[in-house]
Antibody, heavy 120, light 106 residues
Framework: QVQLQESGPGLLKPSETLSLTCVVSGDRIRSYSWSWIRQPPGKGLEWIGFIYDTGSTNYNASLKSRVTLSVDTSKNEISLRLRSVTAADTAVYYC??????????????WGQGTLVTVSS | SYELTQPPSVSVSPGQTASITCSGDKLGNKYTYWYQQRPGQSPVLVIYQDNRRPSGIPERFSGSNSGNTATLTISGTQALDEADYYCQAWDSNTVVFGGGTKLTVL
C-alpha cells in the first residue's frame, strides 16, 4: 500500500521560496506520475501540477511562472518549489499519486498534507 | 478556463438520499471524479470515472454524469457521511476541481 508523507517549513515570510518534499513508500517513484494539490484554510482544492513518470511536468497556468516540481529517485521523493510566496499561498499542501481513467487523471492516494503559512 | 460549479451546501436527514451536483460545459463528455473530505483529513476518492467505486467505499455511494451535470448520490445517508465533497475533471491538460459542497446530515 503506497504511503505519502509531506514535510517542509511551516512558516515563511513573503517573497521567500517554499520548498516541500513528499517521501513515497510502497511504490517505485518512477512507476507513476505524481501531483501536488493545495487547499487554503477553509477553502477548496487547487491543483498545482504534475510530474510525470517520464520526468516531464505540467503546471497550473496560474502558478506556472513560480513553481517547479522534481523527483529524486534515490530518495524516492517528490519536491515542490514555489517562488516569491505571498499570503495567498498559505494553504495545506498535499502530494498525491496520479491514477488514470483513460487519459483522465485522478487521485486515489494522498498524503496527510502539510500546512504552510506565509506571514511577515 | 474550465469551471465546475457545485452548490455550497446540501442538507439531508439520516437514512434519506443526498444528491450533490457538479456542473460544467459538456461535462458528460469527460470523466468526473468525487472526493470526500472530513474536517482535518485528506480527501478520499469515493467515485472515479463517473460511476465506479474504489475498493472499500460503501455501495451507498454512486455517481452519474450526463449532459452538463454530474451527480454524486448517497443513499441511506449516515451521520459519518457529513463532510465536504469535491468533484474533479480534466480539461485542456488541467485538473479542475469544483468549489466543494458541504453535506450536512441533520
Amino acid at each position: 500500500q503506497v504511503q505519502l508523507q509531506e514535510s517542509g517549513p511551516g512558516l515563511l515570510k513573503p517573497s521567500e521560496t517554499l520548498s516541500l518534499t513528499c517521501v513515497v513508500s510502497g511504490d517505485r517513484i518512477r512507476s507513476y506520475s505524481w501531483s501536488w494539490i493545495r487547499q487554503p484554510p477553509g477553502k477548496g482544492l487547487e491543483w498545482i501540477g504534475f510530474i510525470y513518470d517520464t520526468g516531464s511536468t505540467n503546471y497550473n497556468a496560474s502558478l506556472k511562472s513560480r513553481v517547479t516540481l522534481s523527483v529524486d529517485t534515490s530518495k524516492n521523493e517528490i519536491s515542490l518549489r514555489l517562488r516569491s510566496v505571498t499570503a495567498a499561498d498559505t494553504a495545506v499542501y498535499y502530494c498525491a499519486r496520479v491514477d488514470r481513467g483513460g487519459s483522465s487523471p485522478y487521485f486515489q492516494h494522498w498524503g496527510q498534507g502539510t500546512l504552510v503559512t506565509v506571514s511577515s | 478556463s474550465y469551471e465546475l460549479t457545485q452548490p455550497p451546501s446540501v442538507s439531508v436527514s439520516p437514512g434519506q438520499t443526498a444528491s450533490i451536483t457538479c456542473s460544467g460545459d459538456k461535462l458528460g463528455n469527460k470523466y468526473t471524479y468525487w472526493y470526500q473530505q472530513r474536517p482535518g483529513q485528506s480527501p478520499v476518492l469515493v467515485i472515479y470515472q463517473d460511476n465506479r467505486r474504489p475498493s472499500g467505499i460503501p455501495e451507498r455511494f454512486s455517481g452519474s454524469n450526463s449532459g452538463n451535470t454530474a451527480t454524486l448520490t448517497i443513499s441511506g445517508t449516515q451521520a459519518l457521511d457529513e463532510a465536504d465533497y469535491y468533484c474533479q475533471a480534466w480539461d485542456s491538460n488541467t485538473v479542475v476541481f469544483g468549489g466543494g459542497t458541504k453535506l450536512t446530515v441533520l
